[in-house]
């Protein structure tokens, strides 16, 4: 683990003026490259615009200046017939560009022509002098070189924790910084790398003494010896060395998840265990200030025109030897120059790139929570110390790009344009980079490293701002502690916020930086699980339970009672039960109970008692079936019973009734009889108080008809799919009944039909009119945004169904169904979802027939049925007629002639009319009855055909219609 304070020793914050002087590596592009084309050359406005500035003999390498107000193209060398681009830097005045170094012009000095394009034309700058470079002070300054980078590329290697003998390949697959060192040490140490040491050690004793002489020039001025010192005493300590984590109070975070391999393609491994210890405000502060200061750094790269002077000069230098065709082994050196100068920027790049990847950089949340919680019981401060506010925020670090420190480090200078060296010639160095980047199976990474997240970073008063900033209920004292004052009942809005200045950020959001929080001071409270209190009987005990809401101290209450209550408490932590003994003198109601808080108060201090009243029940009647209504021959009989509560004296009833008669009982009873079929309202009315009364409806069987039914209509229009919207009620069926509701049909027979069906009297039809029509909504989730249509879903069913006489049921009745097929994007493909609707009426009806003679009974069909089945599936049959015999004991036997089907299955649909049965009953034994039933079942469903073929977006319709009669004819 890294601490803050290890990076700010290490100098993380402290790059040297030199470093930052080198800030612009090599493989930055200077201003005003982009060019070529032909274009004009002469006299214009544009070059009359242009003036140069140097004057005077220079050398070469120095800067030459030059002034114009035209939009700058390229700025073009002059050598023999080649044009050859140079790079330009602005200056106060205007461009400037470094004097090219060739052989010629270091040894003898020369004129230099430029040309510079304005504007779209070529306007020749007059010719600059130069005079001969100084002859080198040491022709071997090449071998010093290697020397010198030799010895700062092992400190550097140091400097990050790197031994070539210990390095492994988990390090490598793991760890960027491993990495990046491994790399140049491989480039730069093994002997088949054309840019070796060793390499180049043999390149240089073969070099002629006026390649010595020139690269010495070179190298004395850009004065690069003293670069690579400065390089090595950069590294002189540890820069990644580990420490015990500091013992400051840490803050339990989120183990930062770590890939131990990398697995590319990708990104490459991460920064885990170089994460840095942040644990509190003082450390995420310094931590951002670091790496904002870093941030700027890379932002301001260009900052010192000496660093794009000194770049200029060495690029120039190459660009112009590639221009004399320098090429094998002797180039080489001029290509190892290049890259040593690249390597040499290290300082600041890896350094500035470290500290933006390892420390964070940008707040991503933030949290606000209150210790212990945000809703305060009123006396919570009477028992605990004053709550506080904690305010806790995420950070992450950049995400670090290291490929400049390892490709471009190495090979940026060989492979690009008008390289010295021909890239198809360093196989050896080639091999090398390829053996390192496989071993780190990083061949097909992108050198990217995620960023590293911190989680639950505590942030003291120092370093954020706290205030209420809505209600009055609490108040901030301030202080380290951050603590929190209730002062009265009622809620406010607390935020705290970051310190902004201390944690500066290229990239934080406002929303990021704080948070609120509402808090709530609650009341006291006692709630009664009776208010008021009701007696149904003077005398009787009631037990009541009491929650005393709100409260760290339950126990602090007092509690008084009227005189006339005895009451007994027992306390369960926030529970009181009590047992309340009441008088017995209903003269003595209402009586009360208090209960009274004696624990603190919190403004306004109002009244803290609750006072529930203990009262008499009010004179009630409650009227409740006893004998379910029956048939007794043809006579019906139905007994019920009056319970009164909340009298004082009398509770007997007087029972009245609008038909029929009625006989009262003993303990407020009654006996309810009609020999007609109708609805009768009874009656009891207080012998205390006539002023209360209760009723009851009473629909009487049809004792003398043999004609029953069960009917079940069912609606049901299917709720559509909601993925991104809720606008829909639950999907349920609208449903009407007659007759018993969920019959049970086993053993049905004559005997117990009338409570196993309803009577279908005449003169009583069976009336439906219902529907589970509406517009829902259907909703399809495609990308962001959510498509939304209107569906109008339709399920109706609307008819009647009536017992005409002679045996004869007679129907009409119409169904409606609509739904919709409709189009939805499934994952990128267009599908077709379908939203049925349907309606399914279910008649069984019973005709039951005394039986004594041989007789024929026939079932008449006079009906006609117009809805039509889905496609694709059968039409089943949906009217089924049986008979039944049954002799006088209720048993059921089967007298019918051998070969004599008792059931017959047909069919009422559209365009189909249905098919009746006739069964001869022989003679049976007096008191012998006949069952017929005739089971119909209409209905319509609004669905897409079961054909298999697609179904494409549509609107679903269906209708049906019945009418005519189901006649049983006796003979």
Known sequence: MITVDRLLA???????????ALVASLFLVACGGGGGGSSSSGSSAACNDLSLLTSG???????????TQQPLGNVLLVVDDTELVLDSITSDMGYVVSAPITLELAENGGDVELIVELDGERCPLPTVELEPLPAPSNTDSYADVLDTFEQALQGFEAAFGYDPDAVSDEDLQ????????????EIFNDPSSEISFAYQRDVLASMTEQDKAFLAQIIEKIDFITLLNALGDKFQSPLLESVLPTPEPVVAAMVEPRVTYAQCSGTYADNSKHKVDIYNGETLSRGMKLSYEAQTKQKNAQVFAESEQAKNTMKNAVITIAGQAVKGASASAYAAVTTLWAVSNITKSMEVDMVAALLPSEITKAELTIIPKARLEEDYTEKFADPSWLFRVNARSKEYDFSKLVADTGFAALGAPNSPVDPNSLFGASEVATRVTTKAKAGDCELVVPPISWFNVTIGADYADAEFIEGNAFELLGGSQRKIKPLRIGAAELEARLKTNEFPSYT???????DTIVMENLQKAFIFSSNPIVVKTAGETADVDVLIRNSVFPEKHEMQTSAELGVSKTRADKMLYLEVATPSDPEKYPQWISLKSTSKSLEPTGDRETRVQVKLEDLKIRIEETVAGSCDEKTYTEENRAVVTGFKDDDSVTWSVDGGSITELADNGV???????????????????????????????????????NAKIISNAQTPDEECTSSNPEDTAVETHFGVIDPDYEGLSPSNIRQKMGSLSEGFP?????????????SDQQGEQCVTQTLDMVADSVGSVENQG????????????QGHCVNEDDDGDQVTECVTASNINNYLIAWVFEHQAETSYEVALDLLCSAEPVAGLPADNNLILSIQTFDPSGQQVNVLPLGVIPTKLTTCRNGVQPDGAVWVVPE?????????????????????????????????TATGEVTGTIQVLVD
């Open 10 to 20: 290490s100098g993380f914050s402290l790059l040297s003026r030199y470093a930052v």
């Open 57 to 67: 003999a220079i050398l070469p390498g120095d800067p030459i200046e030059f002034k």
């Open 174 to 185: 793991s760890d960027p910084f491993l990495l990046t060192a491994h790399y140049i040490h």
């Open 508 to 514: 934080t959001v406002v929303e990021n930086e704080r």
């Open 671 to 709: 006996r309810f009889t009609s020999d007609e079929v109708g609805t009768f309202v009874l009656t009891a009315t207080s012998n205390e108080d006539s002023s209360i009364t209760e009723s009851v409806t009473i629909n009487t069987l049809d004792c003398a008809g043999n004609v029953f039914m």
């Open 766 to 778: 069976f009336n439906f009119n219902q529907s589970d029509s509406e517009f829902l909504v259907f």
């Open 806 to 817: 002679d045996n004869t049921v007679a129907f009409g009745s119409r169904l409606d169904a």
């Open 924 to 956: 049976m034994t007096q008191g012998s009855k006949v069952l017929i039933q005739a089971n119909f079942t209409d209905s319509v469903h609004a669905a897409p055909p079961a054909t298999g073929e697609e179904v494409q977006e549509q609107v679903l």
